[in-house]
């Protein structure tokens, strides 16, 4: 990502994921089998899918999956990698569109940016998680969005967004751990991570 540059809106996003065969790794991201693994599966939304990596790693465990980017090239590429029927892949732009469906057993946010001057959008994804369901949000630590050309400052980080959830929500992880796996060029080397649930 260029030096102080968000790619925020579609066609920046669009340009990115064109300019490359693969834009990021078919690895799933691995806070996802961490705490993901042993839940039985339900409903799940992957929000920002990129090339559904994450999103088939979940239909692969039994999940019926809506996977969300605002990349119309990323969700084509997703697609055209995976088209089985238990995904549904949506190109959307969630900070104006309606998060279509409600009362997902699983809302999985993996280094999705969402500026903290836009609480309505980050209420509405929590929102989308239904009774006894879980949420799961992964951001890297700071130096790692900060490599990126971003202030960690300006985005919803995993301790903000447990501050929003409030009575009827259980916390099950709020740590920073090694990656395992470095990524994003070996600056990624931490992952913080947010697991919780919902109140049935």
């Known amino acids: 990502m260029g030096e102080h540059k968000d790619f925020d809106g579609a066609n ?42 994450d999103a088939r790693w979940l239909a692969d465990h039994g999940w019926q999956v809506l996977a969300i980017d605002i990349s119309q090239v990323a969700i084509d590429r997703a697609r055209e990698m995976d088209p089985r029927e238990s995904t549904t892949w949506l190109q959307a732009d969630l900070t104006t569109d309606a998060i279509p469906g409600r009362d997902f057993g699983l809302v999985s946010l993996q280094y999705f940016p969402v500026p903290r001057s836009d609480e309505t959008t980050m209420r509405r994804i929590i929102d989308a998680v239904g009774p006894g369901g879980r949420l799961l949000m992964v951001s890297h630590e700071a130096e790692g969005i900060r490599a990126h050309g971003r202030n960690p400052d300006d985005y919803f980080q995993p301790a903000d967004v447990a501050a929003l959830l409030g009575a009827g929500w259980t916390v099950l992880t709020d740590e920073t751990r090694e990656r395992g796996v470095a990524a994003g060029g070996g600056a990624h080397t931490h992952d913080v991570v947010l697991h919780a649930q919902r109140d049935a």
């Not at 340009?15 to 806070?31: G, I």
């Open 12 to 53: 920046e996003w669009d340009e990115r994921y064109s300019s490359s065969d693969r834009l990021w790794t078919a690895d799933v991201n691995p806070a996802l089998i961490a705490e993901i693994s042993d839940v039985a599966p339900g409903t799940a939304l992957d929000v920002g899918s990129g090339e559904g990596a």
